[in-house]
């Protein structure tokens, strides 16, 4: 006999493979103890989008959610659950939509983090909108963007404020190369961000609650190549750092789902982006790393869960500005204080004693899954929903033998 249920909601886009691997896994958990002393089951459903009145009450107890940031009805809804019914999210939908990656950059440089040089500069085309064109008839400053960007130097790059998935990213070399980007640029806002040349590793962590996966990322390659399996590329020191500002913007932000690119290079820890809404998770990009994020995203749904963990839709910026703002704090000193804050805000003891206590089999269950037909029938379905019928089989064989790699590193000793 179960003496709670929870329901988990999944608002989803386009993707099918995470979302068929998760619902798999919360099936083969089953019922689990909690600190309450009762038994705890968890189930998921997806989320369809209709009509919604602003007084009903939701089923779900949190919401994974794949699709308000691209669409604004369901982050309506999210809105709604979340002020007046407490249901959890994992990202909150109030500051990613206000703070997108401008108000990223602009909070994380007064942290002190080591953001590139970045300006952001006026539209190229102004907006169809007759109040926005008068009042830029008479406010807008001309500006020249050559001397503009002689401020940031090149080579640099040009990207949208508030992009995703490296829509509208150019590589910006010359002043041909930047007035030809500018001028394709349109009515969407776009910085101009000084390029880390000689950069030593790029750095893509993947953060799930409180855990963080720090992955080697080659932006150059094919998606399915761009993660490449490599540990320990890393210092000690470099990967802590890496894994702090993954944290602190994840924690500073109310985001709890969320990927974070930085570039080292010798002992500088460069954060360039963090500020996705839908971080990849797609079985065939992330592959061998695939496993691990549903594990986390398990262990941290149900913690969320079974513990009955409240939103905090606050965000307490002070806190971190306090810090920031220190001239007495080193830049070493400061990482410490934001790790604690972070640390404070995800409950990560209490995370870690709930996943020793209670889900001490996750890992286990993961591992039978991924040696399962179950698992290669998804992965198999998968690559040939993505790929051309003569590509088939190269990536089955890609995927397939990555995943025996995994098998083989996650093996039960």
Request: proline share 5%; hydrophobic share 40%; glycine share 6%.
């Amino acid at each position: 006999m179960v003496d709670v249920e929870h329901t988990i909601g999944l608002l989803l886009g386009m993707e099918d493979d995470w979302p068929r691997a998760y619902e798999a896994l919360l099936r083969r958990l089953g019922v689990v103890g909690g600190p309450d002393g009762k038994s705890h089951r968890t189930s998921s459903v997806r989320v369809t989008i209709e009509p919604f009145n602003l007084r009903y009450k939701p089923r779900h107890d949190l919401v994974i959610d794949r699709l308000a940031y691209w669409y604004y009805h369901p982050r309506e809804w999210l809105k709604k659950i979340a002020l007046m019914d407490d249901v959890y999210l994992l990202n909150s939908p109030f500051t990613f939509q206000s703070m997108e990656k401008h108000a990223a950059y602009c909070a994380m440089m007064r942290l002190g983090l080591k953001v590139p040089e970045t300006v952001l500069v006026p539209y190229k085309n102004p907006l169809d909108n007759s109040r926005y064109a008068y009042t830029a008839a008479r406010y807008n400053q001309p500006f020249d963007l050559d001397a503009t960007a002689a401020q940031v130097g090149y080579p640099m790059y040009m990207k949208p404020y508030d992009g995703g998935a490296w829509v509208g990213v150019s590589k910006i070399r010359n002043a041909d190369e930047l007035h030809s980007a500018y001028d394709a640029s349109g009515e969407r806002l776009m910085h101009l961000q000084a390029s880390v040349e000689g950069y030593d590793v790029f750095a893509r962590s993947l953060s799930i609650g409180p855990e963080t996966m720090v992955m080697k990322f080659r932006p150059e390659q094919p998606m399915h190549s761009r993660y490449e399996v490599e540990h320990g590329f890393l210092t000690a020191a470099q990967g802590d750092e890496v894994v702090t500002i993954s944290r602190l913007v994840n924690a500073f932000f109310r985001w709890e789902f969320n990927s974070c690119e930085s570039l080292v290079r010798g002992d500088d820890v460069h954060p360039i982006d963090y500020a996705n809404a839908c971080p990849d998770v797609a079985i065939t990009s992330l592959h061998y790393y695939f496993p691990w994020a549903m594990a986390a995203l398990l262990r941290w749904t149900v913690y969320c869960v079974v513990t009955g963990r409240k939103p905090r839709l606050d965000t307490d910026t002070a806190a971190y500005f306090a810090i920031g703002d220190d001239p007495s704090l080193s830049y070493a000193e400061k990482l410490a204080a934001y790790r604690r804050l972070a640390d404070d805000y995800f409950e990560a003891d209490k995370y870690a004693d709930f996943c020793a206590r209670y889900l001490g089999n996750v890992d286990e269950i993961v591992y039978e899954w991924v040696s399962s037909d179950e698992y290669r029938s998804l992965l198999r379905e998968t690559v040939r929903a993505t790929y051309p019928v003569h590509e088939h089989e190269k990536f089955l064989a890609h995927f397939g033998g990555l995943t025996d790699a995994w098998i083989r590193d996650n093996a039960p000793s």
